[in-house]
């Protein structure tokens, strides 16, 4: 497949995997996010713990970039801002879904990522991607479901649906930042800082409207260390090291990739569930996370094989 993110020096199948490795631990912390943002968040305070979980993070940032920050150009700013109101979108439509629907339907639907963004791409480079790609994908998706009916997979709800709009909006987001020629040559920290400081504008400004739910001041007042140390977990770890890792292999690899190894985000929240909440997977979860498991090393080959 003619990929529209792989850039001139394209990795080789044989060192691709310093840049999967990566990747894949980001879908280590995102699967592990769920569980961690259950236990701080309410339907009342999901703007006001965006506001913190954004902010905590950005000083740093700006303190350690400032000076390549200032060598970015207008097109560079213009296009990581952009990239970070689509980043606002993403949590706003995930946090929101998980409050109001079950952890099981927002690790299935989420993961419809795999599936939306090889077509998306496909689409944008008018081009038809592998079919070893597809049925990889697909494969995946049906391990997830698998995966997922431990908990059984319940009635659809409003939840449902924003999850399945947060899908829709990573695909974007991992298309965007391929395809937006201004970010590419530009240093993947400042990119990151900038995308998080728009973001954060646009968690503070929905803050301040009345009606949002609590105030970032008031949810931090009533934190204690747990509290705290799960939203540094998301801070540092869900947010930062996420965004800058994705940011960072977009541009060596395809989109679509990307997303088959995010894909595995729902069987990582599984093995969370299972390590720390007690859950089990039973005889067919197993079956499911094998599934995952063999479908996104299928679809690495198969995108080695189109990458040569």
């Given at each position: 497949?003619?990929?529209?993110?792989?850039?001139?020096?394209?990795?080789?199948?044989?060192?691709?995997?310093?840049?999967?490795?990566?990747?894949?631990?980001?879908?280590?912390?995102?699967?592990?996010?769920?569980?961690?943002?259950?236990?701080?968040?309410?339907?009342?305070?999901?703007?006001?713990?965006?506001?913190?979980?954004?902010?905590?993070?950005?000083?740093?940032?700006?303190?350690?970039?400032?000076?390549?920050?200032?060598?970015?150009?207008?097109?560079?700013?213009?296009?990581?801002?952009?990239?970070?109101?689509?980043?606002?979108?993403?949590?706003?439509?995930?946090?929101?879904?998980?409050?109001?629907?079950?952890?099981?339907?927002?690790?299935?639907?989420?993961?419809?990522?795999?599936?939306?963004?090889?077509?998306?791409?496909?689409?944008?480079?008018?081009?038809?991607?592998?079919?070893?790609?597809?049925?990889?994908?697909?494969?995946?998706?049906?391990?997830?479901?698998?995966?997922?009916?431990?908990?059984?997979?319940?009635?659809?709800?409003?939840?449902?649906?924003?999850?399945?709009?947060?899908?829709?909006?990573?695909?974007?987001?991992?298309?965007?930042?391929?395809?937006?020629?201004?970010?590419?040559?530009?240093?993947?920290?400042?990119?990151?800082?900038?995308?998080?400081?728009?973001?954060?504008?646009?968690?503070?400004?929905?803050?301040?409207?009345?009606?949002?739910?609590?105030?970032?001041?008031?949810?931090?007042?009533?934190?204690?260390?747990?509290?705290?140390?799960?939203?540094?977990?998301?801070?540092?770890?869900?947010?930062?090291?996420?965004?800058?890792?994705?940011?960072?292999?977009?541009?060596?690899?395809?989109?679509?990739?990307?997303?088959?190894?995010?894909?595995?985000?729902?069987?990582?929240?599984?093995?969370?569930?299972?390590?720390?909440?007690?859950?089990?997977?039973?005889?067919?979860?197993?079956?499911?996370?094998?599934?995952?498991?063999?479908?996104?090393?299928?679809g690495r080959r198969a995108a080695d094989?189109?990458?040569?």
């Amino acid at each position: 497949m003619s990929s529209i993110a792989v850039p001139a020096a394209a990795l080789a199948p044989r060192r691709a995997w310093l840049t999967d490795l990566p990747v894949l631990l980001v879908a280590v912390v995102w699967g592990a996010s769920y569980l961690a943002a259950k236990g701080i968040t309410t339907t009342h305070t999901v703007v006001a713990v965006l506001v913190l979980r954004f902010a905590l993070v950005l000083p740093a940032l700006a303190v350690a970039g400032h000076r390549k920050l200032r060598a970015l150009t207008g097109a560079q700013w213009r296009g990581a801002a952009l990239l970070g109101l689509v980043l606002s979108v993403i949590f706003l439509l995930e946090t929101y879904g998980v409050v109001h629907t079950s952890a099981t339907n927002a690790g299935l639907i989420i993961s419809l990522t795999m599936i939306f963004t090889p077509l998306a791409e496909a689409a944008v480079s008018r081009t038809r991607p592998p079919r070893a790609f597809v049925a990889a994908a697909g494969l995946s998706v049906a391990g997830v479901v698998l995966l997922t009916q431990g908990g059984g997979f319940t009635t659809p709800s409003p939840g449902d649906l924003l999850m399945l709009l947060a899908a829709l909006a990573r695909t974007l987001h991992v298309l965007a930042m391929a395809r937006i020629k201004a970010v590419r040559g530009a240093d993947s920290l400042s990119l990151t800082t900038v995308q998080l400081g728009s973001a954060v504008v646009v968690f503070a400004l929905l803050a301040a409207v009345p009606g949002t739910g609590a105030s970032p001041w008031s949810v931090a007042a009533g934190f204690g260390p747990r509290e705290w140390a799960v939203l540094l977990f998301l801070s540092l770890f869900c947010t930062l090291f996420a965004f800058f890792v994705q940011m960072w292999a977009v541009r060596r690899t395809s989109p679509s990739r990307v997303s088959l190894l995010l894909g595995t985000e729902p069987l990582w929240a599984a093995a969370s569930g299972t390590a720390i909440a007690g859950e089990h997977l039973g005889a067919l979860g197993l079956v499911g996370a094998g599934l995952v498991l063999a479908g996104t090393t299928w679809g690495r080959r198969a995108a080695d094989r189109a990458d040569c």
